[in-house]
Structure formats: structure tokens, C-alpha cells
């Protein structure tokens, strides 16, 4: 197999080990709430795990590349990996203590799991090939909201109450997925030296298979720690940038608007007993048709956008596919859908409740939020080309720190009060947006002209 070949068959491992992990995951994500609300006598909650996910997550950003280039991607994405699978697993037999552990434990693991995710990106990839490999691994991991959420829609489909059986069920079987993406790193093959590029360049600190730092000890081990320094401080100062400071909006609306189609939307439908026995299980098809509208989105924006028109057009786009979603479900889902106990919410907003638009809020939802991020993480990767691994950290480190935020809230704020939070900061963000856009369409222009 040519050096080519080998590095396109690593980042499809790649993405299909992504996909079966996140398939389990974010399936998980979607329907603990609702799952906890059926246990008796569980006094944990969904939406602050899921705070202390994100949280614990931002904090490990600052850990994570040293980790990496210690252990190494590989193993490093396959014991991440494994965090994964055990909170799943502990949804089995659940206990309070062992789901807040978990939580701890996967907030670490996907710091790690997502910065090795990176490192294996690069170091496959070419200046000519990184927009090939980062689309195709995108739309991979992107299936993953598709599947889970089908076998959902499927085995709730006219369930009432989640009993101990339909639980083990299902939890058993998101395990085991989990555990065949695990695995599936190890197919990963290490690529043939080739050239260096920009992209390998600015991961150099995580990729170990350039030195044989893995079997020495002494200097080169601490040669990896003052990277792993010199990353941090390089990205506290990108962090105070002016371009960084204006996409620091957008980025807190991407964080914001994460946790509510991730957890909280789905939670809302299932609590709908106005939506007839059907609404557990529709949280799976809301789950699903929120990928739809994340690939739908992906592709025409990410993959085929030329940006002959710019990325704000996409990102007003966005922004007005969320508020007509908001405003739909305002109208649609009780207010109190949110914090409904596990027998659901007898209330109506102010139309008669209606499966029809749910769904459709479902794709839309997916759909704005694709139109976001794709131009948010074009955008990064414009202006941080040669700064690319410390800019992405502060881009999750701010996303993760709002979706923590947002899942804690979450416990106690009717659904209006969210979807006003929502408003503002989708608007706030997007104007923020506009004027960095505005100031790297006019250093172009400068450029165009100084070169004249």
C-alpha cells in the first residue's frame, strides 16, 4: 500500500472507531435523564454529570498534550476509550457514587481522547490532503448521532416507563459498541516517514514517533513536559488576541446550544405525555434527526463551502435556523419539560403539542449548529494555521466550560428562560463573529494590495 493509501485507511479507522465509540455516547448523552428519572430511590442527576463532564474536560485541556506525548495516541485514544465504556456500563446497575466517578473520569478521558484524535489528524495528513481527512473523519464521527438513536426510536417506541429490563438492554448493547471502537485504534498503522508539513510541525510536541523519547529517560521526558509548557503558555496568549476575543462569543453559543440539543431537547420530548405513548421513544428519532441535520449541514457548508461569498452569509444562516427552532419549541414543548419527573409533564406551552414540529426542531437544530461550527473551525484554522493545536485548546476549553455551565442551570431553569439565554448569546455571538470576519477580509485586502 503506498505512504497515501495507508494514511487515508488510518484516518477511516479513524473515524469509524469515533463513530461506534460516539454512537454509544452521545446515545447515552441523549437519554440518561430521562433513564435516571425511572430509577427509584437515584438522587443523581443527568444534567450535572454531564456539568461535571464538560468541566473536569476544560480543565484537562491543560494536561492532556502531555499525556499524549507520553503514552502516546494509540493507547492513549484506546484508554480514553475505555472511560467511555465504563460510564456507560455503570448505567447497568447504576449507583450514585459510581455515576459521579465515571463523570470525573470521561471529563479527563476526552481531554486526552480528542487531543490524540488531533495528533493522529496530522500526523496522516498533508497541507493537500488535511481538508480531505478532516471532512471525511468529520462525517464519519457525525453517523454516530444516526444509529443509537434509530435502535432507541426502536426499542422505546410505545414504552411508558423505562423498565430494569429495557434498561440493561440497551446499556449492554451501547457497551459493547463502545468497546469495538476502542479496539478499532489499534488497527491504526503507524504512517511512512515522509516530508514534514505544516500540520506535523505545529503537533510536533504530541507526535512521539519522531524520536525514540519513548525509550529513553532523563532529558528527552523533560523535554516533553517544557512543550507541553510551551503549548500552554502559547495558548493563554493566543486566548487574549483580538480575533480570539471576538470569536470567544460564537464559540460560548456553540457550548450553550451543545448542551441543549445533546441532553436537554430530547429530555423535553420524552417528558411530553401530550405526545402520546410514543415519547420515549421519540427521543431517539429527535436524536437522530439532529445528525441529519449536522451531516445535511456538514457537507454543504464544510466539505463543498468555497467561501466565495465569505463565512458570515453561513453563519446568519445559522443563526436564523436556531431562532426559528427556539421559537417553535417555545411555542410546542411545556415549559416545565425540562425538570418534568419521570411520569412526564401534563402541561402544554401555547399550541397544542405537536410530534411533527418536535422532530422538525430536532433537524433544525442539528442544522444551525453545523452552519456554527463548520466556519468557527474554518475560521481557527485560517488565522492559527501556523498555531493550530494551542487554538483549537482554547476553542474547546471555552466550549466546554459553557456546556458545563449550561448543564448546570439546566437543573433548575424552565425551558423559555433557557431559550432566552439562547437568543441573546446566539445574537451577541454572531456579531461578534461578523466583525472578525470583517477584520480578516480586510488584512486580505491589505495583503492583496502590499504585494502589488
Not at 501556523?386 to 466550560?401: G, L
Request: aromatic residues 14%; hydrophobic residues 45%.
Amino acid at each position: 500500500m503506498t505512504p497515501e493509501g495507508k494514511a487515508l485507511s488510518n484516518i477511516v479507522i479513524l473515524g469509524f472507531g469515533f463513530m461506534f465509540m460516539f454512537t454509544a455516547f452521545q446515545t447515552c448523552g441523549n437519554i440518561e435523564q430521562t433513564v435516571i428519572k425511572s430509577l427509584n430511590n437515584f438522587t443523581a442527576s443527568g444534567y450535572t454529570s454531564m456539568s461535571i463532564i464538560y468541566g473536569v474536560f476544560s480543565a484537562s485541556n491543560l494536561v492532556a498534550p502531555s499525556v499524549v506525548a507520553v503514552v502516546g495516541p494509540q493507547l492513549s485514544m484506546f484508554f480514553s476509550g475505555l472511560l467511555y465504556s465504563a460510564y456507560i456500563a455503570m448505567f447497568i446497575q447504576p449507583r450514585v457514587w459510581s455515576f459521579y466517578t465515571a463523570s470525573v473520569l470521561v471529563g479527563f478521558g476526552a481531554a486526552v481522547l480528542w487531543t490524540a484524535e488531533g495528533n493522529v489528524l496530522a500526523i496522516n495528513s498533508t497541507e493537500t490532503t488535511i481538508g480531505r481527512n478532516s471532512g471525511l473523519f468529520w462525517a464519519l464521527q457525525q453517523f454516530s448521532l444516526l444509529f443509537g438513536n434509530l435502535y432507541i426510536y426502536l426499542a422505546w417506541q410505545g414504552h411508558d416507563h423505562i423498565s430494569e429490563k429495557d434498561r440493561q438492554t440497551v446499556f449492554i448493547a451501547l457497551t459493547v459498541i463502545s468497546l469495538i471502537g476502542c479496539f478499532l485504534f489499534f488497527l491504526i498503522r503507524k504512517p511512512d516517514p515522509s516530508e514534514p508539513t505544516p500540520s506535523e510541525t505545529s503537533e510536533a510536541p504530541l507526535h512521539t514517533e519522531s524520536t525514540d523519547s519513548a525509550s529513553v529517560s532523563g532529558p528527552p521526558r523533560r523535554s516533553l513536559c517544557t512543550q507541553a509548557l510551551d503549548a500552554f503558555v502559547k495558548a493563554c496568549k493566543l486566548s487574549v488576541t483580538k480575533e480570539m476575543m471576538l470569536l470567544c462569543l460564537p464559540i460560548m453559543y456553540t457550548g450553550l446550544e451543545l448542551t441543549f440539543y445533546s441532553g436537554v431537547y430530547g429530555t423535553c420530548i420524552g417528558a411530553m405525555t401530550r405526545f402520546g405513548h410514543d415519547a420515549k421513544g421519540l427521543i431517539g428519532m429527535s436524536g437522530l434527526l439532529v445528525g441529519v441535520g449536522e451531516i445535511l449541514g456538514g457537507g454543504v457548508f464544510g466539505i463543498l463551502n468555497n467561501n466565495r461569498l465569505g463565512r458570515n452569509p453561513v453563519v446568519l444562516l445559522g443563526l436564523l435556523i436556531h431562532y426559528l427552532a427556539f421559537y417553535l419549541i417555545f411555542l410546542n414543548i411545556a415549559p416545565d419539560a425540562p425538570q418534568a419527573p419521570e411520569e412526564g409533564t401534563d402541561l402544554q406551552a401555547y399550541m397544542t403539542p405537536n410530534v411533527g414540529v418536535a422532530l422538525f426542531c430536532s433537524f433544525l437544530l442539528g442544522l444551525g449548529d453545523s452552519c456554527f461550527n463548520t466556519q468557527l473551525l474554518s475560521m481557527i484554522a485560517f488565522l492559527y494555521k501556523e498555531d493550530s493545536a494551542p487554538a483549537f485548546a482554547v476553542f474547546y476549553f471555552i466550549q466546554s466550560i459553557m456546556a458545563a455551565i449550561a448543564f448546570s442551570y439546566s437543573n433548575v431553569l424552565q425551558l423559555p428562560w433557557q431559550l432566552l439565554l439562547l437568543v441573546v448569546t446566539g445574537f451577541m455571538g454572531t456579531l461578534s463573529f461578523f466583525l472578525a470576519e470583517w477584520g480578516v477580509v480586510a488584512k486580505r485586502r491589505d495583503s492583496d494590495y502590499d504585494s502589488i
